[in-house]
């Protein structure tokens, strides 16, 4: 198990952006993938996009091109720029090693 902080997020408008940080405290090179998922109001937690320690990157759908992942070794930390907002990317967002470690969640509302 590794511990996962969030930080980021908050309150946007549509066409705006927002950044979203997970630090891997125990370092990068202890998680081969790290996941981000979202979980909208009354909705199933969705994955959104995935980085390997290698630097393959993967996005569902319906964030291709508006969202961009991005990893600083040396701070241990994987970036979720997201540009291009619409008010249903509205979520919580949550990084994960894909098993037993989750950051705690940040909200990202996006809103006129």
């Known amino acids: 198990q590794v511990h996962l902080v969030q930080s980021g997020g908050g309150l946007a408008q549509p066409g705006g952006s927002l950044r979203l940080s997970c630090v891997v405290s125990?370092?990068?090179?202890?998680?081969?993938?790290v996941y981000w998922y979202r979980q909208a109001p009354g909705k199933q937690r969705e994955l959104v996009a995935l980085?390997?320690?290698?630097?393959?990157?993967e996005y569902v759908d319906s964030v291709k091109g508006r969202f961009t992942l991005s990893r600083d070794v040396a701070k241990n930390t994987v970036y979720l720029q997201m540009n291009s907002l619409k008010p249903e990317d509205t979520a919580i967002y949550y990084c994960?090693?894909?098993?037993?470690?989750w950051g705690r969640g940040t909200q990202v509302t996006v809103s006129s």
């Open positions: 980085v390997s320690n290698v630097g393959s990157k």
């Open positions: 994960s090693n894909g098993a037993n470690s």
């Open positions: 125990e370092g990068l090179s202890r998680i081969p993938i």
